[in-house]
């Protein structure tokens, strides 16, 4: 009976009409039942989670952070990537993962065998994702102890293993309202103590090397001295003396004979003396701008980093031994500077490069990342390749088998949206701004640029043929061109949504299309006019070349449990037409069967992104799935296994 509607969740199905009715925010779709399912169609069926599952297969850098890049026996570098620990073998361009955490990895340190690991999350949205420190062996990757579930304000902000007694305790800074420093035998899973860090910012925290139970902090305008006495942690305030007390002292280290270094955000090293709280020597200017990263090498030198882009070694009074390195200005500056094997260096920079090498040769990068949110995502339909562009504006084409960059390209703005034409020799890019370029994939030449408007155009998508290329824009609009001779002439410009446009889909013919909005709207078009087809129930049978719309009715199902239309950010069909991977706001990369149509789909989850995964897309033979994230500005690779 056409009056009939069966309820789950919240959708109706009208078998008379094959109409799906999904209500999002108290808002009714209608999507329209394909004719070979619409008789047979219930809604209480449920499609089981597909045989396939996703490993994560590679991280490449996002967000940057203090002390988050060491060596490790096994030849590995170890840093982290959004909710993932990297360990990077830079010599067969491989990874092993430690996927424990729940949400963005902030900090870790190294026990005194190298072989342990602890790392210390923030709170995230998700449910689960409390802020904790985790303790794992990085040989198995299997977890050893879990600490501090529930007692964190806000994130584990640094840690530092214990050096004199074998690396018993764990030091762990809280980096919410109170900045706690606590104490911790992590082999027992127990507390011993803790005390107010600071009532400023702390930046790190490290045990005195030579001195048991003693232990530093440091941060905004201050150096603490702890001693760790009687299950208590006594604090004295470090004494600047009569020089000027920095905004920030921004790193430390310990030299070979047990005195304390830092670094401040004056440009200055400042050097205080074993069992003292009081500055005995200053090295003014020793960097134009902050110094960022102090450490000391495996003879006793001293190295330090600054924003002004040069890594600088000092001998053990503190003066120049007259080796310098000036890293090129698109690495950034030196963020975080440790010893690699013999004589090497490796180093994190502030535009998220990994760089490895020594004083007398160049540097050489290890990996490389963005530094602003990763929104634009494509996979060459013919190499293993893919393009990535972020809101730091610039545009990366990498390739696949060995994990770097084959070109980089600067532009002016932001990155929204990207598309590679179907032959892969052409590049859509979609600007914030409201402007958009077509490339030459190969060269990076511009050969074509045009605006919209101001708004930012949010999708691309060259048609199957190739010939038409569809732009849907911030401002409610979808534009049609036309690839000609003298460059790309508008064939139409649709209007009728009443929000942004977020996804688009060509049909398999190259005639028609298909978009979503802000607003959960699904409408339809004609390309060679840009009319509006408003019987959206004579098309239930058309053919889509891709499927990224996530409003539509064979991707119902990759909504959640009162799913109110904001929680999924992306999808994607692959191109065998068996699977359908998502990505949502909390950080959640999700495999589905396809169609997945029912409003009880199951889906195998993977864990990777610490914040909203923004793009997901299958590459050209399905066996990987690539995938981006807004703001913790990382870009993973999944193997389909």
């Known amino acids: ?272 003396e074993r069992g003292g709280n009081q500055v005995a020597r200053t090295v003014k200017a020793a960097h134009e701008g902050a110094v960022f990263t102090l450490m000391v090498d495996k003879a006793g030198n001293i190295v330090s980093g600054g924003r002004d882009g040069r890594i600088v070694q000092w001998d053990r009074s503190l003066s120049r031994t007259g080796n310098v390195l000036e890293l090129p200005a698109e690495y950034g500056a030196p963020r975080m500077v440790s010893a690699g094997r013999g004589s090497q260096l490796l180093v994190g920079t502030t535009r998220n490069c990994v760089l490895a090498g020594d004083w007398t040769l160049a540097s050489r990068l290890v990996a490389r990342g963005h530094t602003d949110q990763v929104w634009a995502a494509a996979a060459h339909p013919g190499r293993p390749q893919f393009v990535t562009g972020a809101w730091d504006g610039h545009l990366l084409l990498w390739d696949v088998m060995t994990h770097s960059p084959v070109w980089e390209l600067a532009l002016e703005e932001g990155i929204q949206c990207t598309a590679f034409s179907p032959d892969g020799s052409r590049l859509a890019v979609g600007l914030v701004s409201g402007r958009w370029e077509v490339l030459d994939a190969d060269t990076r030449e511009r050969l074509f640029s045009r605006a919209d408007g101001p708004e930012p155009i949010q999708a691309a998508a060259f048609s199957p043929d190739g010939r038409l290329l569809a732009l849907g824009s911030r401002n409610n609009a979808l534009f049609i061109y036309q690839a000609g001779p003298a460059g790309y002439s508008r064939l139409a410009k649709c209007t009728g949504h009443s929000s942004f446009i977020t996804h688009l889909d060509w049909s398999a013919d190259s005639t028609l299309l298909r978009t979503n909005s802000g607003d959960y709207e699904l409408l339809y078009w004609t390309a060679a006019t840009g009319r509006q087809l408003t019987q959206p129930s004579q098309l239930r049978d058309t053919q889509w070349a891709t499927h990224t719309c996530t409003l539509a009715f064979n991707s119902v199902g990759i909504y959640p449990e009162a799913a109110d239309g904001t929680d999924v950010n992306t999808c994607c069909r692959s191109h065998k037409g068996h699977l359908m991977a998502s990505g949502d706001d909390f950080g959640k990369v999700k495999l589905f069967s396809y169609p997945a149509n029912q409003a009880k789909t199951h889906h195998q989850t993977c864990r990777g992104h610490s914040s909203h995964v923004t793009h997901v897309e299958f590459f050209a033979e399905d066996d990987r799935l690539l995938s981006a994230g807004g703001q913790d500005t990382a870009v993973l690779q999944w193997t389909v296994e």
């Open 1 to 272: 009976m056409a009056d009939q509607f069966k309820d789950t969740k919240d959708m109706t199905y009208n078998a008379d009409e094959g109409v799906l009715k999904v209500y999002l925010r108290g808002r009714p779709v209608n999507l329209y039942a394909p004719s070979a399912v619409r008789d047979e169609y219930q809604l209480t069926k449920a499609v089981p989670a597909p045989k396939h599952r996703l490993r994560l297969d590679y991280g490449y850098r996002g967000k940057d952070c203090r002390n988050n890049l060491y060596l490790l026996p096994t030849g590995e570098m170890i840093y982290f990537v959004a909710g993932v620990v990297v360990l990077h073998n830079a010599d067969d361009q491989t990874q092993r993962h430690y996927t424990g955490h729940t949400d963005d990895v902030k900090c870790l340190a190294v026990h005194p065998n190298r072989f342990t690991i602890a790392s210390g999350q923030c709170t995230g949205s998700a449910p689960d994702a409390q802020a904790h420190v985790r303790v794992w062996d990085s040989v198995s990757l299997n977890t050893l102890h879990v600490l501090a579930g529930g007692e964190l304000d806000r994130s584990a902000g640094c840690l530092a293993f214990s050096r004199v007694d074998g690396g018993a305790l764990l030091a762990c800074v809280d980096d919410g309202a109170e900045r706690t420093l606590s104490v911790w035998d992590w082999q027992k899973g127990a507390k011993l103590t803790e005390n107010k860090a600071s009532a400023e910012t702390v930046v790190d925290v490290q045990w005195h090397p030579l001195d048991k139970g003693v232990l530093m902090t440091c941060g905004r305008q201050h150096v603490n001295f702890w001693l760790l006495e009687a299950g208590c942690l006594q604090r004295r305030q470090g004494v600047f003396g009569g020089r000027d007390r920095p905004k920030y002292v921004t790193c430390m280290a310990f030299t070979d004979s047990g005195d304390l270094i830092t670094g401040d955000s004056e440009g200055r090293i400042l050097l205080w």
